[in-house]
């Protein structure tokens, strides 16, 4: 199918006036669907909602559920999603956990864009998170612990070219996700995955040499080891906030690497040490 260009250029000049913009943030996941709107500051203006995110759900059956789910929330000015896998320019590359074959290739961004008829952009879910968690300052990793294991990784607050650790071997052929993911979680119980998570910093900093880590996501709450001093745990809620991000400064000319310029708190992550 074509692209609709000027569906698209008339979304994004309209999303080109920031100030006072409302901005819709979806948080897919592989086990929730969540939605709320931001005030341009990456407030929260409205309640979260959420609904269960149906098993191997189709990208089709997806885009209604979620135009469902934002029905209620009346005005908002552009769209900002994060989605559990890789994407690229608004088309999704991998969704393990959403049902892989039937995602590949799909472009959510330009779905939701004509569904919705606001200006949207689409990045992986830890990305935003981690758009959301960072202080811009040195290397900074973000984990998220969920249905699957999210990761990012900033440099001076610019995102680097997608990191997707989650696939990646992490202890006796087993990868990241398999070890640390919700199944994990729920077969091994939270002591022995405490210690496997203890043993993924580790494990991290030695591959990364992060001067913060940032462990995200809905499973953290079952984190109950004391952390090293680097390390610290952030409100899930940035899933969703981080994505103000993906509507303000923009690095080196590309539409995947996004850059938060200046460091700042972000008000609100009191999670955050
Ligand atoms: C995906 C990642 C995603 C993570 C959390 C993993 O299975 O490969 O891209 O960020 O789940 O949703």
Redesign the pocket.
Known sequence: MKTPKNTKTAARKSARADSGAKTLAIDI??TGLKACVLDDEGEMITERLRVETPANCPPAEMVEILAELVAPFGEYDRVSVG????VRRGKVV????LGEEAWKGFNLDLALTKKLHKPVRVL????IQGLGAIRAKGVELVI?L??????SLFEDGRLCA?L?L??HPFHKGRTY?EEL?KVALEKVGKRKWNRRVSKAIETLRNLTCFDHLYLG?GNTKAVKMELPPDVSLVSNELGMRGGIWLWRERGHGSTDIFRKADAHAVPGDDAQS
Do not use: K, Y
């Not at 989605?83 to 890789?86: D, E, H, K």
């Open positions: 996941g592989g989605f559990p896998g890789v991998t969704a393990h956990n992986n879910d830890a990305d998220t969920g249905t699957g294991l999210g990761s997608h997707e989650a696939h996700e993911g996501g």
